[in-house]
């Protein structure tokens, strides 16, 4: 039985028990497709055994990440003996039957199918953000429409929901197929959007009608990427950034994720699995972009930021003995952090008061940055190009404003800059390579797998066990890769035993004394992507379970970390994902420099600027910061 | 309205074959209980009884299917969500015939082998809540409910939750999630509830006529009941009788009744047309009133609504489109943009802004409704916009100045 699931029923997946031997006895049925015999396994569904035997049969409400729900009925497929039509995406095959996936009956259902989705459909495909990669128009292309059968929408019903700096909702294009209902609640446990209404007054919306942004949204946009139209797309700040890049006065920064190099090729019609950090240098130099800094740096910050701020509260529990919110859980995901501040405020104090990647290089770039370059802070417009839309939300969070001004002006999505730099006449692709800018040019590997899940904890990982240790962490994990918090399982836990302790090293001495406290102990570390992940760690630690007694916790707020965030390319399923974790952890592996501590610009800024040291004074003005118990009941 | 509300309020003594023949409290229960289950589900199965909902399931085969189905724990409920227009036979049973409706679950949980059964009552029918409930406390109290009925070592009870008010509750997937809380949609199929169904357990959901007919069964046998009734369609089936007649009401009726015949019973004059079956069921024109009801011709639920010649039919296909345009739960595709279009070419008639060609195409539609949609509602519902304007065209397309329709058709 698979692990129960908070969908309704009428959207869950099928349990059919499987034999456990797969090649024993009546594991195997013998059915026909379109007349040719095929063995599939029992219980598989029609479309399952037709995309095995390279059968198209068209979807819609179907996806790879998604509970089925069988409500579209444009996969339907006639079965022989059956009165009625069979969604493929449901029916289990338990029995040697016979399917046709292109009758005539088949044909003109679902040709009226998407005559009656077009119906509803309002507006046309050339004003529309997903022209050319929304898969109602592609059903449309597939079968022929050419004229609107049964009429079309001429004026729009429904508002568009601008509330939301993250996520804009117009439901005028929505043909409730309910991915985003059951990305909601079923794949991120939030819930924040649910069918309302029935019959002909049936829409998808979120409690009372209100705006998204009186809601408890998390802002992951992981509905965005679903959606199969464009009834759900990012808030998009590009407009105003090209003004700002054509306004000669204004000194335009954009700051690069790790994700979206590794996964903006597919914005231009490339296989997944692929960087191309250095061709979108050179890209967004030519867009008009006046410097480009690789947040990575920022990650690598955070890695000595956060780690001495777990020092600092392991050795205030062990040592002084005091009270100190313990696991500490990462920060870096403002999905995850408003995740908790809605369900979980009472934990608010375990999260990392560090501030997430993005925040950090904002407020060094309009302090230190503006004072080594000698430019005036308010003529910097400072960009942030992220996998992610709750950064668009992160960077508008008023507390956000430690240099004096707003710290990150614009976050910008992978699809949004993919849009920017072919409007800008570029083929990315075909870039020569180039650098990051200094003075934050060098990064680590390190700070580029904050992307995967499991990310952040290795980059701890590697800094702590050698700064701690004195040992080098290849001589614990082979070349560095710490395995056991790599891959895409919901939740992983390891258990790092410190056998020994080496010197305390320059940055941290004057914060700990000797490393003898830690000999002997074991760290206990957790990791979980995608917020239903995050709600059973929290309700085991709730509980007192074995995840209370984590020290390290990393959240990430989407499926397989920020390279699934909510504003990489569409679509995604779990094989676009590993790719994109490949293509990051082979240039981790490429790069010289592969621990954040080791980054020497990131020692130099500790000399020059954050002169108090890591979780100083001048740090804590500008790389901490602070949450908000929120809770669930918005007034 | 009023005339069929004092109808049924009005209790006059009932007189039928089968559901209204005389029997004895508890006597069905005191005699499954010492039988084998085998036994009931040959006894059942010889009687033929089919699923009185309108789907005419063989009660047998459900039985054991969720008999047969492996789980520590089984359900039986029994849908009384009686919302189909034109149906109020439930609320006699229950409100006349509790004994025949409880006891029937009783031996269908000793059949299955459940241990709870579930009475799922429309919203609408709140008011007989208390004196159910009573119902059920009395027999608590005579041991034909709980602990160790009647000595044996089979326990049962029976709670009754109340629906929420939508129509496709009625649809025993949808009705299934109503009851665990969900937004009532139906689920789709397979599996079915036999096997997965109420908390992913086994359940039988069946209808209040269906259970009422099984202590008649047990006590009297499969062989009596087959007695009335034909071949493929035996025993009784109770029509709630509305529309313009002289006797509205609730009448039970051995199945191959034409409809001749039950006009002249309720006595119907001037009968135009015959909605068998409610909203989804079919229209049946003057011409065909020979036709009988039953499995074999014309299969129903038990909703009559008789219309005379006064009425006019396209309002009346009208007014069923409005409702499934509303009670459709919203959830595939076919039924609620389907029924929408359907509506729209009604209202396209009637101000005679049409052609027949979009016409054809809206048949060609409901067609595809009727394959494609995921439950009953959407496969029915295009039942009578297709009946009824392939029987009652020469009045909607060719007569003029009356009926609100203006005769200025496009050909």
Known sequence: MKEKLRAPKAQQPLIVEKPTLEDGIGSKVTVEINEKKVQVLFGQTILEACKENQIHVPTLCHHPDLCIAGNCRICVVEVEGMRTLQTACSFPITAPIKIKTSSPMVRKARRHIIDLLLSEHYGECYSCVRNNNCELQTLAKEYGVDSYTFGHVQEPVYEVDLSSYSVVRDMNKCVNCRRCVRTCIDLQEVGVLEAI????????????????????????????????????????????????????????????????????????????????????????????????????????????????????????????????????????????????????????????????????????????????????????????????????????????????????????????????????????????????????????????????????????????????TGKKVEDVFANADITPVRGFEGIKYAEIPITEVGPVPKLLQHLVPDWNWLKGATLKIAVAHGTANAKKIMDDIKAGGKFSECHFIEFMACPGGCLGGGGQPIPTDEEIRKMRAKAIYDEDNSLPVRKSHENRHVAEIYDVFLTDGPCGHISHKLLHTHYIKRGKYIA | MKTQLENNIIKTERTGPVLFSPYKRGDAIKKAVKQKREDILFEIKDSGLKGRGGAGFPTSTKWMLTAAAKADKKFIVCNADEGEPGTFKDRVLLMEYPQLVFEGMVVGGYTIGAQTGIVYLRAEYEYMFEQLENYLANMREDNLLGENILGTDFSFDISIRLGSGAYVCGEETALIESLEGHRGEPRNRPPFPVNTGYMGYPTSVNNVETLAAVPHIITKGGSWFKKFGTDKSTGSKLFSVSGDCERPGVYELPWGTSINELLEIVGAKNTKAVQVGGASGICVPRSQFDRKLGYEDIPTGGSVIIFNESRNMLHVLKNFMEFFVEESCGQCTPCRIGNIKLLEGVEMIERGEFTFKYINTLKELGRTMQVASKCGLGQSSPNSFISILENFKDEIFHTTGTNGFNGKAGK
Not at chain 1, 352 to 371: E, H, N, R, V
Request: charged share 25%; hydrophobic share 40%; with cysteine.
């Open chain 1, 197 to 468: 209404g029935r019959g002909d007054k049936t829409h998808i919306g979120t409690f009372l009608e209100k705006p998204l942004a009186d809601v408890i949204c998390i802002n992951c946009g992981q509905c965005i990427n679903r959606c199969p139209t464009g009834a759900l797309r990012a808030n998009d700040p590009s407009d105003v950034i090209w003004n700002a890049i054509d306004d000669p006065t204004k000194h335009v920064v954009i700051q690069t994720a790790p994700s979206p190099r590794a996964a903006i090729g597919e914005v231009f019609g490339l296989e997944p699995g692929k960087s191309f950090t250095g061709e979108l240098n050179t890209a967004l130099r030519r867009i008009g972009f006046d410097v480009v800094f690789d947040t990575n740096f920022t990650a690598d910050l955070t890695i000595i930021e956060e780690g001495t701020e777990l020092i600092l509260r392991l050795y205030k529990a062990l040592v002084k003995k005091e009270q100190v919110a313990l696991p500490q859980f990462t920060s870096c995901s403002p999905g995850w952090v408003k995740y908790l501040e809605h369900f979980y405020p009472e934990y608010i104090d375990n999260l990392s008061s560090a501030k997430s990647p993005q925040q950090m290089f904002g407020a060094l770039i309009k302090t230190f940055y503006a004072q080594k370059k000698g430019i005036d802070p308010k003529d910097i417009v400072s960009v942030a190009l992220m996998p992610c839309a709750a950064k668009k939300f992160e960077c508008n969070r008023p507390e956000m404003v430690d240099s004096g001004y707003k710290d990150v002006d614009f976050g910008l999505t992978t699809r949004e800059l993919g849009q920017m730099i072919q409007e800008a006449g570029i083929y990315l692709p075909e870039m020569p390579k180039s650098n990051f800018d200094d003075p934050f040019g060098e990064a680590s590997g390190a700070g580029l797998i904050f992307g995967a899940t499991g990310g952040v904890m290795e980059a701890a990982l590697r800094s702590v066990i050698e700064l701690v």
